[in-house]
């Protein structure tokens, strides 16, 4: 399995406070990403990662920051927290040359 | 812009049926193909994936999927369903380097009938 954690791997938040979910690499591989799961919608992308301080937007970005100051980490940041941030967030990486995506083990963040 | 479409919410089928877990996806260039699975509570696993060469391409676990550029769709089958295979199935599409991230179907379910 590719050296993938995220922490916390459970949360619980009220509405209003910030957050921060880590992704954490000992792959060295240049991108990562932020995905959201939700029921009936798969997979969305937040923000992605293409090497150290270089980051884009996904296409549910809105609420959400990221920062990436080291290779081996990405992390994933609300700043005021919402009921409809409530999902499981998902981390991968991918290499150079191959969009091949491998997947941390997720956190699920239940904001009330 | 890309899109997957996975037409099958939910399917059920008995413990040594064939099955076939349908994808169609609209992408403007080259597609780069995968199929994931999810098991309860757990992340992604990579099943197979398809770029360029055979249309035909094996993945883990006893599963193949063919790609059709006519018919813009990715299906995943499997002869002999186990019980094991029980999960999430989710269909992806996206450029072949990492600059951009991959677009993903709703997903499957796949519930196994002893």
């Known amino acids: 399995d590719a050296g993938i954690t995220q922490s916390p791997r459970h949360k619980v938040t009220e509405t209003g406070t910030p957050v921060t979910l880590r992704c954490h690499q000992t792959e060295n591989h240049r991108y990562m990403y932020w995905y959201r799961q939700d029921p009936g919608h798969g997979l969305r992308l937040i923000h992605y990662?293409?090497?150290?301080?270089?980051?884009d937007k996904g296409e549910v970005s809105d609420g959400y920051s990221v920062s990436r100051s080291k290779t081996e980490d990405f992390l994933l940041t609300l700043e005021s927290a919402t009921s409809s941030q409530t999902s499981v967030y998902f981390c991968a990486i991918s290499e150079e040359g191959s969009n091949e995506q491998f997947f941390g083990p997720g956190t699920r963040l239940t904001v009330l | 812009a890309q899109s997957v479409t996975q037409p099958d919410i939910h399917i059920t089928v008995s413990e040594g049926a064939s099955l076939e877990l349908r994808c169609n996806y609209s992408?403007?260039?080259?597609?780069?193909l995968f199929w994931y699975v999810q098991s309860p509570g757990q992340g992604l696993q990579l099943l197979l994936k398809y770029f360029s060469g055979d249309t035909l391409v094996q993945g883990i676990k006893g599963f193949e999927a063919e790609f059709k550029r006519s018919q813009s769709s990715f299906n995943l089958r499997k002869p002999s369903v186990h019980w094991s295979d029980a999960a999430e199935y989710f269909c992806?599409?996206?450029?072949?380097?990492?600059?951009?991230?991959?677009?993903f179907g709703s997903g499957t379910r796949l519930q196994v009938q002893p």
């Open positions: 992806a599409v996206g450029p072949y380097t990492g600059r951009r991230a991959l677009t």
């Open positions: 990662s293409y090497g150290v301080k270089d980051t």
């Open positions: 992408y403007g260039a080259t597609p780069y």
